[in-house]
């Protein structure tokens, strides 16, 4: 079975400064990793993934995610933070020997990003 | 194009009504997902379809849910009858299952509150 861990439930960050939102994973294959963001009543919007290759992976608004095998994480990064950026923020993993897409999410990080 | 599709965004009704989602994939998109979101649980996959088809309902929580996709551009979930734990946000996801990398694309959302 695949999980996602987001050890964290908040982080928070000083505007400028830079971000990290943790996430560990568990899946018996090499994973397909993703980091999805949600504002406040929005749904979930995509924001990068790793499938395969380049272990430094970059993504929208500025973000960017390392995986890194030995260690089982793939951890969210920004060089420095915005206000705009407060949002709750969900790993998720996929098998890919598993069928369809269906995805495992973490359960979120929320991010504040103050002044 | 249009994303995702969901209505009602906002439902209030009270325990022992029936409760009745819809959503409205992406056009091309061949994999359909429902997800629950809730403080005390996080985000739970509650069915997914591959072509129209469900391939997993395990995290359907009783008999009172159900599912349906009759067309590909169409899938409703049903609380029959609604109780007070129902009340979460419901959200309706799609993908296309293309070399099996295909991003999840959610929508915004259907608030259900019953009292």
């Known amino acids: 079975a695949q999980s996602v861990a987001q050890p964290e439930d908040q982080v928070n960050v000083a505007e400028g400064n830079p971000l990290t939102v943790k996430c560990t994973y568990s899946v018996s294959g090499n994973p397909y990793l993703f980091w999805y963001v949600q504002y406040p009543n929005r749904g979930l919007q995509f924001l990068l993934k790793y499938i395969t290759g380049d272990n430094l992976v970059k993504g929208s608004y500025g973000f960017e995610a390392e995986f890194n095998k030995s260690q089982t994480s793939f951890h969210l990064k920004k060089p420095s933070a915005l206000v705009s950026d407060s949002a709750l923020y969900f790993c998720a993993v996929r098998d890919p020997s598993g069928a369809g897409n269906m995805l495992t999410f973490g359960g979120g990080t929320r991010l504040m990003v103050k002044p | 194009d249009a994303g995702v599709i969901q209505s009602p965004r906002h439902e209030v009704t009270e325990m022992g009504q029936e409760v009745t989602l819809r959503c409205k994939p992406i056009s091309g998109h061949n994999s359909l997902f429902w997800y629950r979101q809730t403080m005390m649980r996080g985000l739970e996959l509650l069915i997914y379809f591959n072509n129209n088809v469900p391939i997993d309902d395990s995290g359907m929580p009783e008999d009172r849910f159900s599912a349906k996709m009759p067309n590909a551009s169409f899938s409703t979930l049903k609380i029959q009858p609604s109780e007070p734990r129902d009340s979460a946000v419901y959200f309706c996801?799609?993908?296309?299952?293309?070399?099996?990398?295909?991003?999840?694309?959610f929508g915004e959302g259907s608030r259900l509150t019953v009292l």
């Open positions: 996801a799609s993908s296309l299952v293309l070399a099996n990398t295909g991003e999840l694309f």
